[in-house]
């Protein structure tokens, strides 16, 4: 039956996205939008990998300083025996015996070395280099994380706001349903009409109230996910505000091919990944030089009635230079190479992707600008029905399946209008999500 088909199917249109939560009472979507980019775990999980990039990159930044390394050492020895073997020229008593041997039971050792980087093939260089092409990579990873964010928060907003319409637009309904269903009751008591036709009265009430409990229940569940993603306690009720759902009705909304390519934080992301990976090919090559260093130190000896030195400072230049990696580093080349190679077809094809999204993004609202004009229209259509028929039915000119019938498209093409408008403003901040220009849109609160 068209009116049971109609009603069963009613609350499969919502499309619920699996996102997250928001705020008390009447919430605007700058305020949703502002705690979710300052209070939810996403945002503050991608804020703390910048922070974590930042620290690789000081730390990478310490190779090229000097190391400096300060050593000391005391040691108990047993009864050590000592035999001198070079001749001191005064070991022998008066009567030609020789000395007994000193006796020595500890050993004082102290020494300090400094070293100082000189030339690594330009290794340290172009590794500061990576890892400030990281930080930049994952800052404007960041940035998209949080534009992901935002338009998560939009759809749930939207759906938030469609299930509430529903309840509202179904509400007045059943409340009409009600009163026909007592009205047949009297009339089918009185013989004025078939019991069937009650039935059928009783049936559609029936079936709205199991949409009105249906619709309530996804009210519930979305306000729960919003909280939840928001930080918001969990019984918060949360109304959606509604002068947005009229400004996106009303908006421009037209994006820029370029604009789109220069303005998304993910293809930027990428494009430092790039760099980066150009910076890692010069590391490996970097195999292939040798190292030289300054060197220094000082020594302090002292072994207990043998030996003592003090002030033995040294200083010179080291050079280290692993031959075997004129074999083996082809292979750490050839590698980098190939990941270079990887991230560069990766913002290829990413390109691409923010292509088809953005334009895909364009048709889809102006899609819904054209289909909001067709149900506003139809709202007015089924209204003017609803009223011909009824009064064709209290003049006994139609039957109970056309009042009914007409009854729900009149709801239905409420329905269908209030889900329009929330459909043009999700397609608008789609679009604008698309362009990478989403989180721009809101008055934001700076951290």
Request: glycine share 4%; proline share 2%.
């Amino acid at each position: 039956m068209k009116i049971k088909n109609f009603l069963l199917s009613l609350f499969f249109l919502f499309g619920i996205s699996e996102i997250y939560a928001q705020e008390k009472s009447t919430l605007t979507l700058d305020e949703a939008i502002n705690l979710a980019l300052t209070k939810s775990t996403e945002a503050n999980l991608a804020n703390t990998k910048v922070a974590s990039s930042q620290y690789e990159l000081q730390t990478v930044k310490n190779n090229q300083y000097p190391t400096l390394k300060i050593s000391g050492q005391y040691q108990r020895l047993t009864e050590a025996n000592v035999n001198f073997k070079i001749n001191t020229g005064g070991s022998s008593t008066e009567e030609g015996e020789t000395t007994a041997s000193p006796k020595v039971n500890q050993l004082v050792l102290g020494q300090a070395s400094l070293a100082v980087p000189l030339f690594s093939g330009f290794k340290i260089r172009n590794s500061i280099k990576a890892s400030e092409n990281m930080l930049q990579a994952e800052t404007y990873n960041a940035k998209n994380t949080k534009e992901q964010l935002a338009m998560n928060v939009v759809i749930l907003y939207v759906n938030l706001y469609k299930a509430q319409q529903s309840v509202a637009l179904i509400n007045e309904n059943i409340v009409s349903a009600k009163q026909r269903v007592k009205d047949f009751t009297a009339m089918e008591e009185n013989g004025l009409i078939a019991r069937n036709d009650l039935l059928k009265a009783q049936l559609q009430a029936s079936n709205i109230q199991l949409s009105l409990d249906e619709a309530k229940k996804q009210v519930t569940t979305i306000t729960y996910q919003l909280a939840t993603l928001l930080k918001l306690p969990e019984n918060t009720q949360i109304t959606p505000s509604d002068p947005i759902f009229g400004n996106a009705l009303n908006a421009t909304a037209t994006i820029n091919e370029n604009d789109a390519l220069e303005g998304r934080s993910d293809l930027e992301s990428l494009r430092w990944q790039q760099k980066a990976s150009e910076a890692n090919i010069k590391i490996a090559q970097a195999n292939y030089y040798p190292s030289l260093s300054l060197t220094g130190g000082y020594v302090a000896f002292n072994l207990q009635n043998v030996l003592e030195v003090t002030n033995a400072i040294n200083f010179g230049i080291g050079l280290s230079y692993d031959l075997s990696s004129i074999f083996k580093n082809n292979k750490d080349v050839k590698l980098a190479t190939s990941r270079a190679s990887e991230t560069r077809q990766s913002v290829e094809l990413l390109t691409d992707r923010v292509k088809v999204e953005v334009q895909e993004a364009q048709e889809n609202y102006n899609l819904m600008i054209k289909q909001n004009k067709v149900y506003v229209e139809a709202t007015g259509q089924a209204t003017e029905n609803y009223r011909i028929v009824k009064d064709k039915y209290d003049n006994g000119l139609s039957d109970t399946n056309d009042l009914l019938e007409a009854d729900v498209q009149q709801l239905q093409s409420k329905i269908n209008e209030a889900y329009s408008k929330a459909d043009i403003t999700q397609s608008y901040y789609a679009l604008l999500n698309a362009s990478g220009k989403l989180t721009n849109s809101f008055n934001l609160t700076k951290n």
